[in-house]
C-alpha cells in the first residue's frame, strides 16, 4: 500500500498551469460577478435614498459625489461591462459558435480591451449628458 501511493501520479497545481486569455477572461467573470452583488446593494441604497426624501438623498449623493465614491462607482461600471461582455461570449457558446482555440483567445482579450474603453465611453457620455 505504501507503494501505491507514492506512484500515484500529482495532481496539477497553479505552478504547473500558464495564465492564458481564456482563464484569466473566466477567472475575472467570475470575480465580476460577485462584484456585481455589492455593487446592487449600492444601487439598492440609492433607491432607498431616493424614496426616503431629499435630505437623504442629498447624503447619498454626497457620499456617491467624492472621489471614493467616484471610483467605487466607476469600478462598479467597469465590472458591469466586463461581466456583459464575458455572458456574451458565453451566450455564443451556448449557441454553438466560437470554440475555435484561437477565436476564443482573440474573444478573451477583445473583452479585456472593449471593458474599459466602453466604461469610459459611458462616464463620458454621463458627464456630458450630467
Known amino acids: 500500500m505504501a507503494n501505491a501511493a ?9 505552478q504547473v498551469y ?3 486569455p481564456t482563464m484569466a477572461s473566466s477567472i475575472i467573470h467570475r470575480i465580476t460577478g460577485a462584484a ?3 455593487g446592487t446593494l ?3 441604497w440609492w433607491l432607498i435614498a431616493i424614496a426616503s426624501g431629499e435630505g437623504y438623498y442629498d447624503f447619498v449623493s454626497t457620499i456617491f459625489g467624492s472621489i471614493i465614491g467616484q471610483i467605487i462607482l466607476f469600478g462598479f461600471t467597469w465590472a458591469l461591462v466586463q461581466h456583459l461582455l464575458g ?3 458565453h451566450f455564443m457558446w451556448d449557441l454553438g459558435y466560437g470554440f475555435e482555440k484561437h477565436f476564443t483567445t482573440r474573444m478573451a482579450k477583445a473583452t479585456f480591451v472593449a471593458a474599459p474603453v466602453i466604461t469610459i465611453l459611458l462616464w463620458v457620455v ?3 449628458v450630467r
Open 87 to 89: 455572458g456574451l461570449r
Open 6 to 14: 507514492k506512484n500515484r501520479p500529482l495532481s496539477p497545481h497553479l
Open 18 to 20: 500558464k495564465l492564458i
Open 36 to 38: 456585481l452583488y455589492f
Open 126 to 128: 454621463g458627464y456630458m
Open 42 to 44: 449600492l444601487v439598492a
